[in-house]
């Protein structure tokens, strides 16, 4: 019999557990600084990176992992901030995305080079270049297996 526990999937599946919950330790002092919450800063994120900088509702649950109503409440609570807008589609009437507004625009270029730096001292810095490409490679076959609706109506794969 094989022993169970010294598995190297339990390993694999740990270390990453322990690597995200230290990681978001990390980052909580700078999204608190800046009056925003992880989940916050990925939505915002993920539209800034967008064409037009807007997304479908429903292909920015997929890529916050949120369900429709989840997104719906992160949305309104961004919204009522200012950070973003929603916007009817010309195209479809079911269709609504979430815009950036300008204001949403400044808070990310505010908070984004605090959050790059604790990125950089704590989890991209112990990578060479070469190293971090390969990480990235593998974040993304993990990511596409696990959400494949992550990237289903993107080009970015982001």
């Known amino acids: 019999m094989t022993d169970l526990f010294a598995d190297p999937r339990l390993t694999m599946s740990g270390l990453l557990f322990e690597a995200h919950e230290g990681l978001l330790a990390k980052l909580q002092p700078v999204l608190k600084a800046h009056g925003v919450s992880g989940l916050d800063l990925n939505a915002l994120t993920r539209l800034s990176r967008s064409h037009g900088r807007r997304m479908r509702m429903s292909d920015l649950a997929a890529q916050t992992s949120l369900s429709t109503s989840g997104v719906t409440r992160l949305v309104d609570r961004l919204e009522r901030a200012g950070l973003v807008r929603r916007e009817a589609s010309p195209d479809d009437r079911r269709t609504t995305y979430a815009a950036l507004t300008p204001e949403g ?3 990310l270029e505010q908070t984004l080079p605090d959050y790059l730096a604790v990125i950089d001292r704590w989890f991209a810095g112990p990578f060479s270049p070469e190293q971090l490409e390969t990480f ?7 990511r596409d297996a ?11 794969g982001r």
């Open 136 to 142: 990235l490679a593998g974040l993304r076959v993990l």
């Open 105 to 107: 625009a400044q808070r």
């Open 146 to 156: 696990v959400n494949p609706e992550a990237t289903a109506h993107t080009s970015e």
